[in-house]
Protein backbone atom coordinates (compact mmCIF):
# COMPACT_ATOMS: atom_id res chain seq x y z
CA UNK A 1 0.00 0.00 0.00
CA UNK A 2 2.88 2.43 0.90
CA UNK A 3 4.62 1.09 -1.99
CA UNK A 4 1.32 2.61 -4.46
CA UNK A 5 1.21 5.38 -2.69
CA UNK A 6 4.76 6.53 -2.96
CA UNK A 7 4.35 5.96 -6.96
CA UNK A 8 1.46 8.04 -6.83
CA UNK A 9 3.24 11.10 -5.54
CA UNK A 10 6.40 10.31 -7.74
CA UNK A 11 4.08 10.30 -10.84
CA UNK A 12 2.62 13.62 -9.79
CA UNK A 13 6.45 15.29 -9.24
CA UNK A 14 7.01 14.43 -12.67
CA UNK A 15 4.14 15.36 -14.18
CA UNK A 16 4.29 19.25 -11.98
CA UNK A 17 8.08 19.28 -12.79
CA UNK A 18 6.89 18.99 -17.04
CA UNK A 19 3.89 21.14 -16.24
CA UNK A 20 6.65 23.83 -15.25
CA UNK A 21 8.60 23.27 -17.96
CA UNK A 22 6.23 23.75 -20.38
CA UNK A 23 4.92 27.25 -18.91
CA UNK A 24 8.54 28.11 -18.86
CA UNK A 25 9.00 27.50 -22.27
CA UNK A 26 5.61 29.17 -23.44
CA UNK A 27 6.74 32.29 -21.02
CA UNK A 28 10.66 32.26 -23.08
CA UNK A 29 8.70 32.00 -26.77
CA UNK A 30 5.64 34.41 -26.07
CA UNK A 31 6.27 36.32 -22.30
CA UNK A 32 9.74 37.79 -23.55
CA UNK A 33 9.77 38.51 -27.39
CA UNK A 34 12.72 38.38 -29.53
CA UNK A 35 11.89 41.68 -30.84
CA UNK A 36 14.50 44.25 -30.52
CA UNK A 37 13.79 48.05 -30.45
CA UNK A 38 14.58 50.16 -33.70
CA UNK A 39 15.94 53.67 -32.48
CA UNK A 40 16.46 55.11 -29.34
CA UNK A 41 12.99 57.51 -28.99
CA UNK A 42 8.80 56.95 -29.21
CA UNK A 43 7.47 56.96 -32.94
CA UNK A 44 6.99 61.38 -33.60
CA UNK A 45 4.04 62.17 -32.68
CA UNK A 46 1.21 63.04 -35.13
CA UNK A 47 -2.70 63.95 -35.45
CA UNK A 48 -4.76 63.31 -38.51
CA UNK A 49 -7.53 62.90 -39.90
CA UNK A 50 -9.56 59.27 -40.22
CA UNK A 51 -11.66 58.28 -43.14
CA UNK A 52 -14.75 59.12 -40.81
CA UNK A 53 -13.53 62.77 -40.35
CA UNK A 54 -12.04 62.11 -36.70
CA UNK A 55 -8.59 63.26 -35.54
CA UNK A 56 -6.72 60.57 -35.13
CA UNK A 57 -2.85 60.85 -32.91
CA UNK A 58 -0.57 58.50 -31.45
CA UNK A 59 -1.89 58.83 -28.09
CA UNK A 60 -4.95 57.60 -29.19
CA UNK A 61 -2.85 54.43 -30.29
CA UNK A 62 -1.12 54.23 -27.13
CA UNK A 63 -1.53 50.82 -25.19
CA UNK A 64 -1.77 49.12 -28.92
CA UNK A 65 0.21 46.91 -30.85
CA UNK A 66 -0.35 48.90 -34.49
CA UNK A 67 1.23 48.83 -38.20
CA UNK A 68 1.91 51.97 -39.90
CA UNK A 69 2.30 51.96 -43.80
CA UNK A 70 2.26 55.18 -46.40
CA UNK A 71 0.53 54.73 -49.48
CA UNK A 72 -1.89 56.78 -51.36
CA UNK A 73 -5.41 55.32 -53.13
CA UNK A 74 -4.83 55.80 -56.82
CA UNK A 75 -1.47 54.00 -56.43
CA UNK A 76 -1.26 52.13 -59.75
CA UNK A 77 1.60 49.61 -59.03
CA UNK A 78 2.79 48.41 -55.15
CA UNK A 79 -0.51 50.19 -53.19
CA UNK A 80 -2.22 47.01 -54.12
CA UNK A 81 -0.43 44.78 -52.87
CA UNK A 82 0.45 46.03 -49.87
CA UNK A 83 -3.23 46.47 -49.21
CA UNK A 84 -3.99 42.77 -50.00
CA UNK A 85 -1.27 41.84 -47.55
CA UNK A 86 -2.51 43.98 -44.92
CA UNK A 87 -5.48 42.33 -45.10
CA UNK A 88 -4.06 39.21 -44.13
CA UNK A 89 -3.41 41.39 -40.75
CA UNK A 90 -6.86 42.42 -40.85
CA UNK A 91 -8.35 38.94 -40.52
CA UNK A 92 -5.81 38.32 -38.01
CA UNK A 93 -6.57 40.58 -35.89
CA UNK A 94 -10.09 41.36 -36.89
CA UNK A 95 -11.75 41.28 -33.30
CA UNK A 96 -9.16 42.60 -31.41
CA UNK A 97 -9.00 45.67 -30.26
CA UNK A 98 -5.50 45.35 -28.88
CA UNK A 99 -4.43 45.99 -32.47
CA UNK A 100 -4.92 48.30 -34.92
CA UNK A 101 -3.56 49.56 -38.45
CA UNK A 102 -2.53 52.94 -39.78
CA UNK A 103 -2.54 54.06 -43.45
CA UNK A 104 -1.36 57.06 -44.52
CA UNK A 105 -2.12 58.73 -47.70
CA UNK A 106 0.65 60.95 -49.33
CA UNK A 107 -1.64 62.44 -51.64
CA UNK A 108 -3.74 64.60 -49.41
CA UNK A 109 -4.75 66.84 -51.79
CA UNK A 110 -6.73 64.11 -53.77
CA UNK A 111 -6.69 61.41 -50.60
CA UNK A 112 -9.88 63.40 -48.57
CA UNK A 113 -11.74 61.48 -45.81
CA UNK A 114 -14.25 61.27 -48.55
CA UNK A 115 -12.28 59.74 -50.71
CA UNK A 116 -10.83 57.45 -48.24
CA UNK A 117 -14.19 56.03 -46.58
CA UNK A 118 -14.82 55.00 -50.36
CA UNK A 119 -11.44 53.33 -50.53
CA UNK A 120 -12.02 51.74 -47.52
CA UNK A 121 -15.42 50.32 -48.71
CA UNK A 122 -13.79 49.40 -51.85
CA UNK A 123 -11.30 47.41 -50.70
CA UNK A 124 -12.99 45.32 -47.81
CA UNK A 125 -11.24 46.95 -45.05
CA UNK A 126 -13.72 46.60 -42.01
CA UNK A 127 -11.76 46.68 -38.91
CA UNK A 128 -12.65 49.40 -36.43
CA UNK A 129 -9.25 49.79 -35.90
CA UNK A 130 -7.63 50.53 -39.24
CA UNK A 131 -7.30 54.36 -39.88
CA UNK A 132 -7.23 55.55 -43.42
CA UNK A 133 -5.43 59.39 -42.31
CA UNK A 134 -4.65 62.62 -44.15
CA UNK A 135 -3.61 65.63 -43.54
CA UNK A 136 -1.05 68.04 -44.59
CA UNK A 137 1.10 66.87 -47.21
CA UNK A 138 4.01 69.03 -45.67
CA UNK A 139 3.60 67.40 -42.45
CA UNK A 140 2.90 64.11 -43.95
CA UNK A 141 5.67 63.83 -45.99
CA UNK A 142 7.81 65.16 -42.91
CA UNK A 143 6.32 62.66 -40.64
CA UNK A 144 7.54 59.06 -43.26
CA UNK A 145 10.98 60.45 -44.16
CA UNK A 146 12.30 62.26 -41.07
CA UNK A 147 9.60 60.69 -38.71
CA UNK A 148 9.40 56.64 -39.41
CA UNK A 149 12.67 57.16 -42.44
CA UNK A 150 10.03 56.02 -44.67
CA UNK A 151 10.69 57.29 -47.99
CA UNK A 152 7.88 59.15 -49.81
CA UNK A 153 8.54 61.71 -52.97
CA UNK A 154 6.56 63.45 -55.48
CA UNK A 155 7.93 61.93 -58.65
CA UNK A 156 5.66 63.17 -61.68
CA UNK A 157 7.74 61.34 -64.22
CA UNK A 158 6.29 58.27 -62.89
CA UNK A 159 2.76 56.07 -63.16
CA UNK A 160 0.53 57.72 -60.28
CA UNK A 161 2.93 61.08 -59.60
CA UNK A 162 4.38 59.55 -56.03
CA UNK A 163 7.37 57.18 -54.78
CA UNK A 164 7.06 55.84 -51.97
CA UNK A 165 8.36 53.02 -50.03
CA UNK A 166 6.67 49.04 -49.50
CA UNK A 167 7.54 48.62 -45.72
CA UNK A 168 5.62 48.87 -42.81
CA UNK A 169 6.51 49.50 -39.44
CA UNK A 170 5.53 47.34 -36.00
CA UNK A 171 4.98 49.51 -33.28
CA UNK A 172 4.67 48.43 -30.04
CA UNK A 173 2.99 49.10 -26.89
CA UNK A 174 4.91 51.85 -25.44
CA UNK A 175 5.32 53.70 -29.11
CA UNK A 176 8.16 52.04 -30.07
CA UNK A 177 9.15 50.95 -33.40
CA UNK A 178 9.92 46.60 -32.81
CA UNK A 179 11.51 44.14 -35.21
CA UNK A 180 13.44 41.01 -35.37
CA UNK A 181 16.64 40.11 -36.59
CA UNK A 182 18.38 38.27 -38.71
CA UNK A 183 20.98 35.33 -38.84
CA UNK A 184 23.55 37.81 -37.63
CA UNK A 185 21.81 39.91 -35.38
CA UNK A 186 21.28 42.68 -37.59
CA UNK A 187 17.35 43.95 -37.12
CA UNK A 188 14.99 43.97 -40.08
CA UNK A 189 13.58 47.43 -38.95
CA UNK A 190 10.52 47.58 -41.42
CA UNK A 191 8.82 44.35 -42.78
CA UNK A 192 8.35 44.18 -46.40
CA UNK A 193 4.78 44.66 -47.43
CA UNK A 194 5.48 43.14 -50.71
CA UNK A 195 6.84 39.86 -49.06
CA UNK A 196 4.30 37.12 -47.84
CA UNK A 197 6.95 35.45 -45.55
CA UNK A 198 7.85 38.72 -44.14
CA UNK A 199 4.22 39.47 -44.11
CA UNK A 200 3.99 36.32 -41.83
CA UNK A 201 6.78 37.07 -39.85
CA UNK A 202 4.89 40.40 -39.02
CA UNK A 203 1.37 38.50 -38.20
CA UNK A 204 3.93 36.22 -35.71
CA UNK A 205 5.19 39.28 -34.48
CA UNK A 206 2.69 41.40 -33.52
CA UNK A 207 1.36 38.63 -31.23
CA UNK A 208 4.35 38.26 -29.13
CA UNK A 209 4.14 41.95 -28.50
CA UNK A 210 0.85 41.40 -27.62
Known amino acids: MKKKNYSYIGISFIVLVFGIWVAIQIQDRYGQPDLVIVGERTVPEFELTNQHGETIS ?3 LEGKVYVVEFFFTSC ?19 GNPNVAIVSITIDPAHDTPEVL ?17 TGNRDEIFQLANDGFNLYVAEAPEDRGGFEHSGFF ?3 DKEGFIRSRTDEQGNPYIYYDGLESKQVHELKEDINKLL
Do not use: S
Not at 76 to 94: K, S, T, V, Y
Open 58 to 60: NKD
Open 76 to 94: PDICPIMNENMLIIQREFF
Open 117 to 133: KAYAAQHNITKKDWHLL
Open 169 to 171: ALI
